[in-house]
């Protein structure tokens, strides 16, 4: 079965044809991120008024690539992520989707753009994940822990109770005056120096900045990065004014490039710490088989490597390209959760939950 999947709930708009929820046919995509560089994040309005733009050259392309590919534009089902999201911009691929599905007479599966990363984990593998698993959600919007049974079978166990990871990596990133989105270039100016030292208070320096591990004991499975975020605009605005020589005193109360690849690997240190933690609790609380990291902050090199290097059951980390918002992770969703609906039951819904 191929299926064409459409993507649009933030700032991607993400087109794929997938053969059998794994096998890539055809890959296009638009992004306005280098827009939301400027503002250092999303401004909705202009995300939904690109998705406009973007979205029927963005099919038409896929479709191109499907024919270069294959020798025909024929695929046989509709996939669009219907929530959550920015509701302007779900709203280019869900009534794009419909509109498609009534003149191609296609059958139309919506899916959870949160599962869908989940299934980012299923495209071009060797091996299928075995149920049960943990799946760690980490984006730039959610932070959540699920544990799934079977497919479209899972159970919330826990999330965010403020900012999602991603967020607090662009959050910090502004703070740290990198650029936007914010977790690529905070991995990037940690990745300066070699190796990353174990714990805050390693010998790696005696003046490395001290932040919090917000949550880490509170013995459920649920997250808070707004302290962090905090924490660090605090320890920052101590190395700016020269009270910590790690900045170096600096009159144009700057921190100094040193001091910003220090904060880069301090932050990321905390928040993928917080993270291994609760999801390894969460798999041994369960019995799982494997852990799933998915969504853009599994993206994250140091994230994948302690997950990996640390958890007693089988890892799946997806591709990089797979990890960030893509319209093969819907189509890859859809065809394990194959249930089509008419399409004039399917409406965006920005809220649409896990729990
Ligand atoms: O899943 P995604 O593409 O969009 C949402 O559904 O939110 O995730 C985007 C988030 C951004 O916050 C971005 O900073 C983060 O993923 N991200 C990363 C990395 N690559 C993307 N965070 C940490 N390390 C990375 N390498
Ligand atoms: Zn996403």
Redesign the pocket.
Known sequence: MRILGIET????TAVAVVEDGQKLLAWAMASSVAMHEKTKGIIPEQAAREQVKAILPTIDEALNQLEENTGSRGFDVLAVTHGP?LIGSLLIGVETAKALSWVWRKPLVPVN??IG?VYANFLETPQLPQFPFIALI?????TDLILMEDHGKWRFLGGTRDD????A??KV?RLLGLG????????QAASQLQPFPNSPNSSYSPNFPNLPRPMLHSGDYDFSFSGLKTAMADQIQQFQQGLNPVSGFNPEKRLSEKGIVMFAIAF?EAVVEILVKKTLEAAAASNAKAILLS?????????RERLQHEAQVRVFVPQ?RF???NGAMVAAAAHFNYNPVNWKTVNANPGLALA
């Not at 709930?9 to 991607?12: K, M, P, Q, R, Y």
């Not at 999602?164 to 967020?167: D, K, M, Q």
Request: overall charge negative.
């Open positions: 709930s933030c700032d991607e999201g753009h949160l990363h980490v984006s730039g919007g959610h999602a990871a991603g967020e990596f662009d990133a936007f989105p914010g977790g690529p270039a905070i991995q990321q969504g853009g902050v599994a993206a994250n090199a140091r994230l990089v990890c960030t918002d």
